[in-house]
């Protein structure tokens, strides 16, 4: 028998991307074409990301089935990620798969974005299943998500208000570092002292595994009232450096400890932070410490794409979990299943 195929869309953001995966979790093709244009105002423009969606989605599907040597006819079904995100990005990206889907008379899949971040794990690692503990970071959310199997699972911490990637996008801004700021803060602290600023660890002593990232906006505000710019500008890698530490040791600190105390012996990293070099060398010593295992994404299915919304309908498929052709949107943000 042939084995399925899926085309998967992701648009909730300012990613326009199409993948075709198989139910092997093997990557046919995956094109991301990320919208520069949010650059020059420093975060994304929602209504800008909307309409470059509806003008690439269709190019880009053709190059991914050109790239992937395949035609439409033999794709199995269409998956569309429809949750969270901008309402009006997702809006195009679930139009267009209904539409495909049913010119081609094959299923829909809907896919909550967050749990398509987790499934780019099983990309290398198709044999992952849970129980597992998440760290699910990414520019609009951080939750550590407890899976007991693949549709059981529960939110057990999260942030009061920044997403990691939020902070590190919101502290960049500050600096004048550009957008997105995640990858230019990691580079410059890559020879960076961390010690260097003393920055605020909130909820540090609380005993609960939630996060909180708008006293450390307030602590770099503060700092650089004090100092010129000169000095901003000769110790750039120090500031980075420790601006990247306050906002990772948390999220690791409070994952491992929730893990020790539940004994979860797997670790799963997911989101565009899962990218994040420090995060990665921080667990991968600690899980080490404490004799759990720990997954991350390879760095190209970290940020936003639509190979890992192929992959999270896999199992979806096999069910014959399938959507209708009413399904609907929505923004709410948060890991859930649909
Ligand atoms: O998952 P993602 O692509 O989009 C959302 O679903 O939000 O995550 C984007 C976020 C941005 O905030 C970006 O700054 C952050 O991921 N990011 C990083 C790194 N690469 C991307 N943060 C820290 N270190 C990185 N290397
Ligand atoms: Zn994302």
Redesign the pocket.
């Known amino acids: 028998m042939n084995i399925a195929h899926i085309l998967a869309i992701e648009t909730?953001?300012d990613?326009t991307s199409v993948a075709i995966v198989d139910a092997n979790y093997k990557v046919l093709a995956n094109i991301t074409s990320n919208q520069l244009i949010h650059q020059k105002y420093g975060g994304v423009v929602p209504e800008l990301a909307s309409r470059m969606h509806l003008k690439y989605i269709m190019e880009l599907t053709q190059e991914c089935l050109y790239q992937a040597d395949i035609d439409l006819e033999n794709i199995n079904a269409v998956a569309v990620s429809v949750n969270p995100g901008l309402i009006g990005s997702l809006l195009v990206g679930a139009s267009f798969a209904k539409g495909l889907a049913y010119g081609l008379n094959k299923p829909l899949i809907a896919v909550n974005?967050m749990i398509g971040?987790v499934y780019a794990n099983k990309i290398e690692n198709p044999s992952l299943e849970p129980p597992y503990l998440a760290l699910i970071v990414?520019?609009?959310?951080s939750e550590i998500v407890h899976f007991l199997d693949n549709k059981e699972f529960k939110i057990v911490g999260k942030t009061y208000d920044d997403?990691?990637?939020?902070a590190?996008?919101k502290v960049a801004k500050i600096l004048n570092l550009g957008y997105?700021?995640?990858?230019v803060?990691?580079e410059l602290s890559k020879d960076g002292d961390s010690s260097f600023v003393e920055l605020p660890r909130a909820l540090k002593q609380k005993n609960n595994y939630d996060f909180s990232y708008s006293g450390l906006k307030t602590a770099i505000f503060n700092y650089l009232d004090q100092k010129d710019e000169k000095f901003v500008k000769e110790n750039i890698i120090h500031i980075a450096a420790s601006v990247q530490l306050a906002i990772i040791e948390p999220l690791v600190m409070k994952t491992i400890r929730y893990a020790k105390r539940n004994q979860i012996d797997k670790i799963v990293l997911a989101?565009?932070?899962s990218?994040?070099?420090l995060l990665r060398n921080m667990m991968t010593e600690e899980t080490e410490k404490h004799n759990i295992k720990i997954f991350y994404p390879p760095l190209k299915y970290?940020?936003?794409n639509a190979a890992m919304i192929g992959a999270a309908a896999i199992q979806k498929y096999i069910d014959n979990d399938f959507a209708n052709l009413d399904l609907n949107p929505f923004s709410t943000k948060g890991t859930r299943n649909i």
């Open positions: 909730s953001c990613d974005h971040h990414s520019g609009g959310h997403a990691a990637g939020e590190f996008d997105p700021g995640g990858p803060i990691d989101g565009g932070v990218a994040n070099s970290c940020m936003d």
